[in-house]
C-alpha cells in the first residue's frame, strides 16, 4: 500500500469491480482509449488486474480518494503484452484511468508519481505507455513523469503516441 497527501494505492479488491466497470462504461473516461467496454470485458480487465501481482509482483494500484474513501480509478503497471513498436526496448507498461468526476484534480499526477516511486524502488527497468495522440492532458502527464515519445503506431481510427522511460 502506498499513500500520498490525498490518495491510497493498493491492490485491487473484490469491491473495486464495480466502480471500475462503471469507470469504463463512461464516455468520457475512454473517449481515447478505444471506447466503451462490456460489463464481461470489464470484468476480465480487472481479473488480469488482480492476477497480474500474483504472476508479476507487480501490477495496476486501486486509487483511493482518503477523504471519502472514495474509488477513483486505477493507475500502476503491467505487461499486456501487445505491440509496443519498435523503439520501446521494454514490456512493461504503465497506463492510467480516473473515473471522470475526479478529472482535472491532480489525482492522476498525484498517483502516478507514487507508482512510478514506488516500481522504481521495487522493481526497476525502462517502462512505455501508449498513448492516443488526441489525449492531450495524458501526454503532458507522460512527459511530467519522465516520458519521451519514441513511436507512433498507427491504429484503425486514430495513431496512438508509444512513450519510453528511463528509470
Not at 491492490?11 to 478505444?34: R, W, Y
Not at 513498436?85 to 468526476?101: Q, R
Not at 507508482?115 to 505507455?129: I, K, L, S
Amino acid at each position: 500500500m502506498i499513500e500520498t497527501e490525498r490518495l491510497i494505492l493498493r491492490q485491487p479488491i473484490a469491491e473495486d469491480f464495480e466502480p471500475t466497470a462503471a469507470m469504463f462504461s463512461d464516455p468520457n473516461v475512454v473517449a481515447h482509449i478505444g471506447g466503451a467496454i462490456s460489463r464481461s470485458e470489464a470484468w476480465s480487465r480487472f481479473l488480469r488486474d488482480y492476477g497480474h501481482w500474483a504472476l508479476e509482483g507487480f501490477g495496476q494500484f486501486s486509487i483511493i480518494e482518503k477523504s471519502s474513501g472514495s474509488y477513483i480509478g486505477k493507475t500502476g503497471f503491467a505487461k499486456f503484452e501487445r505491440d509496443l513498436g519498435l523503439h520501446a526496448n521494454t514490456a512493461v507498461e504503465t497506463s492510467w484511468t480516473l473515473g471522470s468526476h475526479f478529472h482535472g484534480k491532480g489525482f492522476a499526477k498525484e498517483a502516478a508519481q507514487a507508482a512510478h516511486e514506488w516500481f522504481d524502488a521495487n522493481r526497476q527497468g525502462p517502462t512505455a505507455c501508449l498513448i492516443a495522440q488526441a489525449n492531450a492532458p495524458s501526454i503532458k502527464l507522460a512527459t511530467m513523469l519522465g516520458y519521451v515519445n519514441v513511436d507512433r503506431i498507427e491504429q484503425p481510427a486514430h495513431f496512438t503516441l508509444v512513450f519510453k522511460r528511463e528509470p
